[in-house]
């Protein structure tokens, strides 16, 4: 393959030693005139020479002539002087060559350069290719990213779209809930559903940990957990095997990445106050009577979606006045997802305790999200017995 060189000459002594000099180190000439206005074509031109001779201001104006032309294309330019003079190096490189070199020329040393400057340009080139396969690659990955943000968009609107708008009341039970969606996965889940004349059936969730998944997980999960069964007549469901079914729901998708759902979920009878509750994973509900101090009530429960697990319900009576306090991790200042008792949540509930319903929740979720420094959803049911 041809090694192209354009040879700019300005006088025929010197130009013909440079020309012969390139052809016999197996260069292709391509001769050109200095000063002659006709543009030229660089496609296959490696390495320009510029015989300068006694025309430096015509050197110098083919010199940035040619530099407008190539724009950015690498083409080392080089000069060569009729003599030794640092003042016409200086100026040539300063108006865009490469390397000036003088008369009288050693070819060796002519010949290296010559190869030196086409390495520069192929190494240039070379980087010129990484850098464009660089900016498609950013322009590719710059369209994933929107059509990731579009389906998180998406993922988020339906996760949304099956959270209830309003929550049932029977008898006297009452359900407030404070919901913030505070993050672009949305893994908070919730509901209140009515089982019968007296029974009404809750449950919170989280998905811990799935990314982009964790909104359609929460739906999936929020979706199995069935309450009651309608054969044979309506049966209500004990919550510890509600919580079973959603997690053998959730081993049966086969995911190579299990999700880790947190869920509690309880029935409230609301003439007897009967509350029975089931926890997998959440943090500990909190237990507010109308009088004496706030506790927690310490359930025993596995996180759902990792193993085949068992979830005992307890069951507790709520007299009047009496507050059940249910949140997500979120809730927490560092959203840590361990299932301990919250401190904090303690001291709100007994804080707010003359409130009731959603001025209760409202203002215990206030005070507890000054101290959040997440960005976790944030879910805080409460379920009181008016």
Known sequence: MALFVLLSRSSDNLASDLHRAL??????????????????????????????????DAAAAQTRRWRAELGDELVPLVWVLPGSSAELAARGLDVGADIVLSHPLEQDVLIAQIRAAIRTRTVGLRLATRATEARLLGEQLQKAYTQIDRELEAARRVHQAFLPQTLPTIGTARFAVSHRPRSRFGGDFYDVRTLDENRVG?????????????????????????????????????????????????LRLGLDDRPLVAMLAGTLHAQTGELMLARAGLPTPVYL??????????????????????????????????????????????????PGEDTSLLEAVSRH???????????????????????DDFTLLCVELA
Request: charged residues 20%; negative net charge; contains cysteine.
């Open 23 to 56: 052809t016999e180190a197996g260069f292709a000439v391509v001769d050109h005139t200095l000063g002659s206005a006709p543009s030229v074509e660089f496609g296959s031109v490696l390495v320009g020479v510029i015989d300068v001779g006694g025309k430096p």
């Open 202 to 250: 809750f449950f919170v969730g989280d998905v811990i940990g799935c990314g982009t998944a964790g909104s359609l997980i929460g739906v999936f999960a929020a979706q199995s957990a069935v309450m009651k069964k309608e054969e044979s007549g309506c049966r209500v469901i004990q919550p510890g095997h509600v919580l079973s079914n959603v997690n053998k729901e959730l």
């Open 289 to 338: 009577p109308k009088r004496g101090e706030p506790r927690a009530w310490s359930i025993p429960g596995p996180f759902l979606g990792t193993a085949d697990a068992s979830y005992p319900t307890l069951t507790m009576t709520l007299k009047p006045g009496d507050k059940v306090v249910i949140g997500t991790d979120g809730i927490r200042p560092e959203g840590d997802p361990s």
């Open 353 to 375: 305790r003359p409130l009731s319903g959603h001025g209760f929740v409202d203002a215990v979720a206030g005070e507890l999200l000054t101290h959040v420094r997440h960005s």
